[in-house]
Each structure stands twice: as C-alpha cells, then as structure tokens.
C-alpha cells in the first residue's frame, strides 16, 4: 500500500465518470495519496457522494459528456494526463432495458471518444477503461470466468460493455503500438458495494432505504449469484494495475477483480448479511426481507470470476469478506447518524483498508 501512495504523489490523473459512486471513492483514494486530479463527467445529482465528500474543491472539475468529442478532447489535452481512468458509463442492466440507445451512446461511442481524445495526450503513460464482470458469454456455469472466456452481454448495459472492451483492444491494436504509446488494459469487476451509494435499482441502495423506513426489502431474484465485494476491493486493483503498467508495459492487458469464492454468494444470503449487520446496530427499526414479483426482463441467475491472472500477475487479493464488506456499508451508514460526516467515515474506511494510520495523510 505504501508504494501505491508513493507512485501517486503529484501524478496528474484525470478520471471519467468522477462524480459517479465509483468515481467519487476513486478521487478520494487519488487525493489522499497525493495526485492531482481532473475529473471529467456529468454534473453531479444534489446528495451525491461526490458532493458529500466535498470534492470539488479538491481537483479540477469539469462538466461534460463523454459523448461530446470536442470538449472532452481538449480537455485532456489542457490538463496532459499520466494516468487516465475511464470510468463514465451509464451503469444500469434495468435503465438499459428502458433507454438502449442512450445506453450505446455512452457506453461504446463514449469510449471510442477516449481514446481518440487520448491519441492527442502526448503525457500519458497508462490508460484503463472499467468494464464489469458482465462482459462475459454468460453460460450459467459454476466456474468462474477467465479473462479469455467470450465477450457477448446479454443486455444492453452488458452488451455495450463487451463493445467496450473490443473497442479498447482495437484501438489498441490500431494506434497505440510504438514505444511511447501508452500502456492500456481492460478491468472487470463483481458488483460493487459500499457506503454513499444512492443508485436506483441497486441491492445494498434499496435494503438502506427500505431498513431505514421499517419497510420489509423486497428481492428479485434471491436464488441469483453474483460476485459482490467492497468497492475499496477492485479500486485497489485498478490502482495497483494502473501504476504496474505505467513502470512497465508487460502488465498491460485484460484483469478481472472479484472477490474469493466463498464471497460469491446468492442475493438472498447478501440481504440476510445485510438483515443481520443492520439489526445488530439498530436501536429503531429492524431489517427483513421477502421475494418481490420478477421484472420478466433477462438477468443472469449465476456469473462468477476466476482473479487468477490478478492474484499471480499483480499481487492483487481480496481483503475482505462479503460480510465484512457488508458490515463496512452498516457502519458507513450508521457512522454519520451518529454524529460523524459522511467524508469522516469514508476517510476512516480508506484509511483502515490501506492500512493508515495518521489522519494527517488524508489531507483533512
């Protein structure tokens, strides 16, 4: 961890998609290792994260739409990047189904426009694009996916991330092949959990709200098993990822980040995790959950990931457990009810995570 934070002091990063949920616990990470960051994305919703954690006056933040060339493009160009993480996306399986076109839009021609405005940053020396776990062909088998498994989504959103990846490989391919070209990779990681996610249609947002309600949380697909893990998880793996390439070329490449097998579990047993975590904090209403009546729209019912090439290549493992991650959520969520802010508890999280110990380290 003390390499990671060396590597970044007064590295110029410029990050897509900043003030989104990811995006947001990224910049924070990036600011308290000391990197100067511009972030590149749409304006941010009234009580995001981003906003909570106030850090707009802690980098440059522009106001775009990756969709717009142009402006994206100069503005790489004006800040001159090291390290570029493209993170905006539209990020939503059911909000696919609903605005496909809009989900292509974003997704595909958006990151075709970063890295064409990429080819004009003569200062960069590592890119990554963040993609999912969903890339993959799902078979519904009971191994998990390798980084040379097919890339064929399903659904819009997945589907478009698949476009994504091959997109990234074809640039690549195409323009990117001298010495000075920039190192470039793909990551692919589980479904991320942690505090300061307020997305619509998402587990862990909607056992919050409806807990905090004393409303019962209603599950779709309870028998589903998806890779959950903290979002500290795979952050840490671009990180580690990004700085590796940036030394040295042979790093770059296609990565998956989830967490160990015996994290993988089923939606229902994630909500009951969550059940548990919140009841044995709770001095008002308790949690509970029951079966809600299915969308009829596809969603895959067993997606795991095989972080083989992660662990031996990088060093990259997972730190905690579904359930700790869990509980890391509860307290994130119970920390500020109880009198801390919500930048106070994210700093302690990272700070616990990267194993820090001086509060003089985040900048506060």
């Known amino acids: 961890m003390e390499d990671l934070r060396k590597f970044y002091k007064n590295k110029k990063v410029f990050v897509t998609g900043h003030t989104g949920f990811k995006g947001a616990w990224l910049c924070r990470i990036l600011f308290h290792f000391g990197a100067e960051i511009c972030g590149y994305a749409l304006k941010e919703e009234d009580g995001s994260l981003f906003s909570l954690l106030q850090l707009e ?3 440059q933040n522009v106001t775009g739409d990756i969709r717009d060339l142009e402006q994206l493009k100069k503005t790489m160009m004006a800040f001159e990047p090291e390290i570029v993480f493209h993170m905006a996306a539209q990020p939503l399986v059911l909000e696919s189904y609903l ?3 809009y989900t292509y839009e974003t997704n595909v021609l958006g990151t075709v426009n970063v890295l ?18 969903k890339v993959y062909e799902n078979r519904e088998w009971c191994w998990g996916y390798r980084e040379n498994e097919n890339l064929c989504g399903y659904d819009p959103y997945s589907n478009s991330k698949s476009c994504s990846e091959l997109v990234t490989y074809s640039y690549k ?10 190192a470039i990779s793909t990551a ?34 309870p028998n589903s098993i998806r890779p959950y893990q903290h979002v500290l998880e795979c952050l840490y793996g671009y990180l580690l990822l990004s700085m590796k390439q940036y030394q040295d070329k042979k790093y770059e490449g296609a990565y998956n980040f ?6 993988c579990v089923t939606t229902g047993e994630l909500v009951s995790l969550f059940c548990e975590s919140w009841n044995e904090r709770s001095t008002q209403s308790l949690a509970s959950w029951n079966t809600e009546r299915t969308t009829g729209l596809h969603e895959a019912n067993y997606l795991k990931l095989d972080c083989s090439k992660a662990k031996s290549v990088l060093g990259w493992k997972p730190k905690w457990s579904v359930k700790e991650a869990i509980e890391k959520v509860v307290d ?3 920390g ?9 508890v994210t700093d302690f999280q990272i700070r616990e995570f990267f194993n820090e110990k001086d509060n003089s380290l985040l900048g506060i």
């Open 173 to 182: 391919q195409s323009f990117f092949q001298d010495e000075t070209a920039p």
């Open 336 to 344: 500020y009810k109880n009198g801390k802010s919500r930048r106070e």
């Open 57 to 59: 006056r802690k980098m």
């Open 116 to 133: 064409e405005a990429l080819r004009y940053c003569q200062k960069t020396k590592s890119f990554l694009n963040v993609t999912t776990d």
């Open 188 to 221: 692919r990681s589980g479904n991320v959990i942690g505090g300061g996610d307020f997305s619509a249609n998402r587990i862990i947002p909607d056992c919050i709200k409806a807990a905090a309600k004393g409303e019962v949380i209603l599950v779709r697909n």
């Open 258 to 263: 989830g967490p160990e097998e015996d994290s």
């Open 99 to 101: 605005n496909p076109v």
């Open 332 to 334: 994130w969520e119970k």
